[in-house]
């Protein structure tokens, strides 16, 4: 199975979707990011953020979701709120699709220790919707069924 994880820059809140869900994800299952509009960049906060929470930051870049024309995910999550309603590449074609819309850390301004909250808040938030995610019983349900589940996981 594989798991993009959507937004339009590609380079925070979806970063840290893919590498959250690799470093927990059992064997077989696979998260990938892309942007509809791709910075070209990883934000630097977002690296640092992950290297402290012990979470692997190789191979993360900033892509377009044209990288996946050839190899097309199984489930497509959108992270933010621009990308939401934004209609998937036709190459997707039957991919679930689901949102778990995240306030952007990198918008936060204030002190670093506010920043760093930011960052830290927006890690926990998709830890836990990445658990509820891998803690479903995928393999039985219907494309329904996970949808809906996909859906009120983006709620948490």
């Avoid at 506010?114 to 803690?135: D, H, N, P, Y």
């Amino acid at each position: 199975m594989k798991v993009l994880f959507m937004c339009t820059h590609n380079s925070c809140r979806s970063i840290l979707s893919e590498a959250v869900f690799n470093h927990l994800a059992p064997v077989g299952i696979k998260a990938v990011s892309s942007g509809s509009f791709p910075s070209g960049r990883v934000n630097p906060r977002a690296l640092q953020t992950l290297q402290v929470a012990g979470i692997s930051t190789e191979e993360l870049a900033s892509k377009s979701s044209d990288a996946f024309e050839g190899s097309p995910p199984d489930i497509v999550i959108t992270v933010c709120d621009r990308a939401a309603g934004e209609t998937c590449p036709i190459f997707f074609g039957p991919a679930l699709k689901a949102h778990w819309g995240l306030s952007d850390p990198s918008e936060v301004t204030g002190s670093e220790a506010e920043i760093t909250a930011a960052f830290e808040s927006t890690l926990a938030k998709t830890q836990e919707r990445v658990r509820a995610f891998l803690s479903l019983p995928s393999t039985t349900m219907s494309p329904d069924e996970l949808r809906a589940e996909l859906n009120r996981i983006g709620t948490l």
